[in-house]
């Protein structure tokens, strides 16, 4: 099993749509997680980071289930600025070591 | 202010040949890290750096692969005797001790020929 998995897209969704990424982690002792954001042919950028109580950052929401060992994230009234493709990044444990997920594409259409 | 930065963009070698890939991490940042992304698959890790000092090498796929970075600033990542398959983007990325954003560079993109 992997460490880090998530379903790889893509996501085809209309403008003004909501779409919900899962990505599932096999190390029960992670701590940090994460959302990163990959434009095409670009490098990787922090989105936002998943707190055990959840978080929203404007039309983004993130969650932790440390039961399922699953994170997921929400986007609301989607834009097409928001195409990309979306990394799941979870720490493996200890420092600050993390392990990336394949990442999930999103296309938003017009 | 300047982020990190990594030359050069783009590598093009021939099978067998010696490549060395720079990273300028953000200033004040002492862990640094190495990750290698093939199409279609996210940043996988190589190697993690703690100032001087290799934390954690585990991610390197071979002894043909090494890194450096001797005064905790810029390092640099040497590939001996590449393969084809090797090709890909090599990312590096910095962070502050303790924290928890990596703020990545734009990457070298290494082709094997």
């Known amino acids: 099993r992997k460490e880090v998995e998530q379903d790889p897209g893509p996501f085809n969704v209309p403008e003004g749509a909501t779409v919900a990424f899962n990505c599932t982690y096999s190390n029960s002792a992670s701590q940090s997680f994460f959302w990163y954001r990959q434009d095409c042919r670009k490098e990787p950028k922090l989105l936002m980071s998943v707190y055990s109580s959840g978080n929203e950052d404007g039309r983004f929401t993130a969650q932790l289930n440390r039961a399922s060992q699953y994170i997921s994230l929400l986007i609301r009234d989607s834009k097409l600025s928001d195409s990309a493709t979306y990394l799941c990044v979870v720490n493996s444990g200890g420092y600050q070591k993390v392990t990336f997920g394949t990442g999930t594409k999103l296309q938003v259409i017009p | 202010g300047a982020g990190v930065s990594q030359t050069p963009s783009n590598k093009v070698t021939e099978k067998g040949k010696y490549v060395e890939l720079r990273c300028d991490p953000i200033s004040g940042h002492t862990a640094l890290y190495w990750y290698r992304q093939s199409l279609g698959q996210g940043p996988e890790f190589l190697i993690y750096?703690?100032?001087?000092?290799?934390?954690?090498d585990s991610g390197l796929p071979n002894d043909r692969f090494f890194a450096v970075r001797p005064e905790g600033s810029v390092s640099t990542l040497k590939i001996q005797r590449t393969e084809r398959g090797d090709s890909a983007v090599y990312l590096c990325?910095?962070?502050?001790?303790?924290?928890?954003?990596?703020?990545f560079g734009p990457g070298t993109r290494l082709t094997v020929l």
């Open positions: 990325a910095s962070s502050l001790m303790g924290g928890r954003e990596q703020f």
């Open positions: 750096f703690q100032g001087t000092g290799a934390a954690d």
